[in-house]
């Protein structure tokens, strides 16, 4: 794997952060397959986002929209990403495979996809310039990606992130069946972002292409010790080191809940946090600051200091 | 890794049962550096327990000992001196990290002792169930770093009860750098196998041979997803079921820390175990598991755990 990363922004509005995202995806193999501005420019093949203000070309107009390719190319993993009606408020589908092909696409209409799975319909981003952005994407296959923002002056250890926390989790190899063709986890939020009691906006397909698939909440997985949690935020530092320590997470769906449920996979990205830390907090695990906390998480970071 | 096992024998005794997981930790590069028969066998160098039975160089008399070190592991020759009570349900285990059980008087009945000795089994209840009511199985790793587990459960079938007495590794990579004895060891003489046990009766060095080390119990995190526990699957939770995809049992790695149980400073993370492993769906004990490969069988399940097994059919 090979991170690209973008960080270290000034504040942003929800549309440039979300220009910012797609720049990044297309750097890191992602192509824009339509778009449209939300106002009169329109491409059934190419991208005519050029900005995240308003205005010509801007995604800061309602309805704007993008259709988004995997670096896997035709058949592959698609987001159609769509500002609603505010900087704040996004729209973003997923098709598994089909494509954002369908409807009647046009500056203010987005495509669909007869195999969309809806990600976030609702708040995405906070108030405009009150959080730091900054985001990653693997230019490796399965091309996962994450986008985290937090107060500027950073966010207390006691309390969740603001704003907007996107992801496509891979799950690491070995770690699901080989008859899961969608190994991923989306993870798409505001509020309580990137924190262990958020359980309700993992989703993931299970049983993707067998009878009975389903695309479903697949809730990250906690570790207790009698009723105590452990990871995330239960530990605390190393004993021998004092540096905080890492977890794995798991992803599955418990089989109390309604069918495909089971096990996912463990995730390739993010990984739970031994103590309490403000967000952001860099870390160094195997290289110089190559984590950054947010919430009850550590994600990929690359080595540089972080403007909070 | 490779393991030796010991495995689908006939009902034993207790006495039989120490006999045979010595016997098998030999096979797999231990040595018994010094033993007594309870009665006036004594070696100070070697192993004079000859059998499980009674009389004259046997472990079925009150008092016979063994004193048992590992190969070469992290620059230390680990070791455990095992004693039979006064009975062969009763035993005393004691653990040595370094410093070996060279010490005190041994002799034909009395154990030697070590100046870093932990006790795990003080023989003062009953460690084993009642002679011939139960089956015994083992495996013992023959490779650094060498660890061994040892379970029991009812014949004809049931929960395991007592007997239990595991060397967990922590898996490379997984336990702090500093941590010179990345071990969890397991002793249960009662339900064994099962969640709560496994918090309580595992025991490891937290912070060995730096200040403030101590021998506290490492407890076995479960997980859990949307507040429900998805593993280990147990009598009380259907876990995290088959998989979805292809039907096959999930099975994880077991994380150990010290959390809740000891205090004050220091808890912390133990690591995560190399090959015992929580059921991700409730499993009678003895069923096997094909991890591996399918059919392989290479996993029998004891109560909430599963642990390396050797593809044969168990004998319930």
Not at chain 1, 40 to 65: E, Y
Not at chain 1, 173 to 187: C, E, K, M, Q
Not at chain 1, 244 to 254: C, D, E, K, S, T
Not at chain 1, 257 to 276: E, H
């Amino acid at each position: 794997m090979t991170f690209l990363f973008d960080v270290n922004n000034p504040t942003l509005t929800g549309p440039q952060a979300m220009y910012k995202m797609k720049q990044l995806l297309v750097s890191a193999g992602w192509v824009v397959k339509s778009s449209g501005d939300g106002l009169s420019a329109f491409s059934s093949s190419t991208d005519i986002i050029t900005s995240g203000s308003s205005g010509a070309n801007g995604w800061a107009n309602t309805t704007a929209w993008v259709r988004i390719q995997s670096p896997a190319g035709a058949a592959s993993r698609e987001f159609m990403i769509q500002r609603s009606n505010s900087n704040t408020a996004w729209l973003i589908n997923y098709s598994y495979s089909a494509g954002f092909s369908g409807g009647s696409p046009s500056a203010t209409a987005a495509p669909t996809a007869t195999d969309s799975q809806t990600i976030i319909n609702t708040t995405l981003f906070n108030t405009d310039n009150n959080y730091r952005w900054n985001a990653m994407a693997d230019t490796v296959s399965p091309y996962g990606f994450y986008m985290m923002t937090f107060d500027p002056g950073g966010t207390a250890p006691s309390s969740n992130p603001p704003g907007a926390a996107w992801m496509m989790e891979p799950m690491v190899a070995g770690s699901f069946s080989t008859l899961d063709v969608d190994p991923v986890v989306h993870y798409a939020t505001n509020g309580q972002n990137w924190t262990n009691t958020d359980t309700t906006h993992q989703f993931a397909y299970l049983k993707k292409g067998l009878a009975g698939e389903g695309f479903v909440n697949v809730s990250w997985g906690h570790y207790t010790i009698p009723n105590n949690t452990i990871f995330p935020r239960g530990l605390g530092t190393d004993v021998y080191t004092g540096k905080f320590m890492l977890m794995p997470i798991i992803y599955a769906r418990p089989t109390s809940l309604t069918a495909p449920v089971g096990w996912k996979g463990i995730g390739k990205m993010a990984r739970w946090i031994s103590m309490f830390a403000t967000s952001p907090t860099l870390i160094s695990v195997s290289t110089s600051k190559d984590f950054v906390c947010v919430g009850d998480v550590a994600l990929p970071w690359n080595g540089s200091d972080i403007l909070v | 890794m490779s393991f030796v096992f010991d495995v689908n024998n006939s009902t034993i005794t207790g006495a039989q049962a120490m006999f045979k997981l010595k016997t098998l930790l030999v096979s797999a590069g231990w040595v018994v550096k010094s033993s007594g028969d309870g009665l006036s066998a004594f070696s100070s160098s070697s192993d004079i327990i000859s059998s499980g039975s009674g009389g004259a160089n046997g472990l079925a008399n009150t008092t016979a000992w063994f004193r048992i070190q590992m190969p070469l592991a992290n620059s230390v020759r680990r070791e455990f001196m095992i004693q039979r009570n006064n009975a062969n349900t009763n035993w005393i285990i004691k653990y040595s990290y370094s410093a070996n059980f060279t010490g005190g008087s041994p002799s034909a009945t009395a154990s030697p002792t070590a100046t870093d000795s932990q006790t795990l089994q003080n023989g003062g209840g009953a460690f084993f169930s009642t002679d011939s009511t139960y089956r015994w199985n083992a495996a013992a790793d023959n490779a650094a770093p060498y660890g061994f587990w040892m379970g029991c459960f009812p014949t004809g079938g049931g929960s395991p009860s007592g007997g239990a007495f595991c060397l967990f590794p922590m898996d490379s990579g997984t336990f702090p750098v500093a941590d010179i004895d990345p071990y969890a060891i397991y002793s249960s003489n009662t339900s064994s196998f099962i969640v709560s046990d496994f918090q309580s009766n595992t025991k490891a060095w937290i912070r060995k041979g730096l200040s403030n080390e101590t021998f506290v119990s490492v407890g076995a995190c479960e997980v859990l997803s949307s507040n429900v526990v998805i593993f280990p699957g147990t009598s009380g939770s259907t876990g995290v079921g088959p998989n979805p995809h292809d039907g096959y049992d999930n099975v994880i790695a077991i994380p150990f820390g010290a959390y809740g149980l000891t205090t004050p400073w220091p808890l912390g993370l133990k690591g995560i175990s190399s090959f015992v492993k929580w059921n991700g769906s409730n499993r009678t004990t003895g069923d096997t598991l094909s991890i591996a490969s399918s059919g392989a069988k290479d996993r029998i399940t004891y109560k909430d755990v599963n642990l390396p097994w050797n593809g044969s059919t168990p004998t319930i």
